[in-house]
């Protein structure tokens, strides 16, 4: 069997399934034609991007991590019983993962935890320190919200596989 940890650290396993990064320049004259302008938020989370939005995040006129943060404490006891003890947790768009701590100490016990996400160095930087910082399997894919993600259906309750 091969090594799953190598080259990517402490993480159990890493998959990359190449999300699609689109044609920037054909769906910015795109978007940006509309009376009503966009552009796909995909765009800004390459490693840079990542970066510049943990930045933002912590910022006092970005209220939503202090919010939702202040609502996880409030409600932890109830999150981690709804959930269970050995829940195996699988986060999309997991960025710099920050907020999955929160959940990991409601849980008291996490078998594994999947990290999903579109920045690749951004994906395998955060989900290796979860990795150093906790005794369970971790894993990363990087992958966009329109990719299917086919995850055995033993994937997590088979140890095995994580060793």
Request: proline residues 5%; charged residues 20%; contains cysteine.
């Amino acid at each position: 069997m091969a090594d799953l940890k190598a080259p990517h650290g402490p993480l159990t396993y890493f998959l990359d399934l190449h999300p699609d990064i689109g044609d920037f320049r054909r769906d910015a004259i795109e978007g940006l034609s509309h009376a009503q302008k966009s552009l796909s938020p995909k765009y800004f989370y390459d490693a840079a991007g990542s970066q510049l939005f943990n930045q933002i995040t912590q910022l006092k006129e970005y209220y939503l991590p202090s919010t939702e943060h202040k609502i996880f404490t409030r409600y932890s006891d109830e999150i981690g019983a709804a959930i269970g003890e050995g829940a195996a947790v699988l986060e999309y768009g997991s960025g710099s993962s920050e907020k999955v701590d929160w959940l990991f100490d409601a849980l008291k016990t996490t078998t594994a935890y999947v990290a999903v996400d579109i920045s690749k160095d951004h994906l395998i930087a955060s989900s290796s320190a979860i990795a150093n910082a906790n005794a369970f399997p971790v894993a990363a894919i990087c992958a966009d919200f329109h990719t299917p993600i086919n995850l055995p259906q033993d994937y997590f309750s088979n140890r095995q596989q994580w060793l």
